[in-house]
């Protein structure tokens, strides 16, 4: 795998990353708008170590469906990873609420057709609310914001750390979470990934929290962010 460019990392908290380039290549299964390279943060509980995203149980979510604020990502902030310009920064498409794997699902999966048909005419019917930040490490993708949530707008200059808007469950969304990619152009139509590592964070193995320096979380990690 080529180097990695190095960034911060854009949340605070326990996460878990069900597709991320730690653990395959492409890690969204496609190469297409710029997501070779591409993570998805979902939160979790940080007091205990289920990596179940939501409060109730299993048979619960699968049958009614859990609401927004019962998931443990939702509405919790986003930080920018890197310094920059805001080059776009879309709000205002709707939240599914409650979250419902069927029909979250259903609807993944009829996006996946148009999409890879090039027949999406609103991005945000894929990606939900989201930011793009040029940057010197390239344009930086976060996906899925919460509705009204993002208080950047573009032409905006960003700093590292920067609250840039709130986890959401909007657009092409299973569960609240972020997606994440970065990217070396603008339009995510002509884009190709970019490879990017983070700074710092922190691992969880046999009991016990490991930091880390320059990683790449893998499928499997529970990762947190102080």
């Not at 993570?39 to 009614?64: A, E, M, T, W």
């Not at 339009?187 to 700074?199: E, N, S, T, V, Y």
């Amino acid at each position: 795998m080529k180097n990695p460019v190095i960034i911060d990392f854009p949340l605070r908290g326990e996460w878990v990353t069900p597709n991320t380039p730690g653990s395959k290549v492409p890690s969204h299964g496609t190469d297409m708008f710029g997501q070779r390279y591409a993570y998805d943060f979902v939160g979790v509980n940080p007091k205990n170590r289920s990596r179940r995203f939501y409060q109730h149980s299993l048979l619960y979510y699968l049958i009614l469906g859990v609401r927004l604020q019962e998931c443990f990502g939702w509405g919790q902030p986003i930080f920018s990873s890197t310094a920059g310009v805001v080059v776009q920064a879309e709000d205002g498409w709707p939240e599914r609420d409650p979250v419902h794997l069927a029909r979250d699902f259903s609807i993944l999966v009829k996006n996946a057709r148009l999409f890879n048909s090039k027949q999406i005419t609103e991005l945000r019917s894929l990606i939900g609310n989201y930011i793009i930040i040029e940057s010197h490490e390239g344009y930086v993708v976060y996906a899925h914001a919460q509705t009204g949530s993002i208080n950047v707008s573009s032409g905006d200059r960003v700093i590292a750390g920067q609250h840039l808007a709130n986890i959401g469950h909007s657009g092409n969304s299973t569960a609240p979470h972020l997606h994440f990619q970065l990217m070396d152009h603008q339009d995510p139509w002509k884009a190709q990934g970019i490879l990017c590592c983070f700074r710092n964070y922190e691992v969880f193995h046999q009991g016990a929290w490991h930091p880390v320096q320059n990683g790449i979380p893998k499928a499997t990690d529970r990762i947190r962010n102080l």
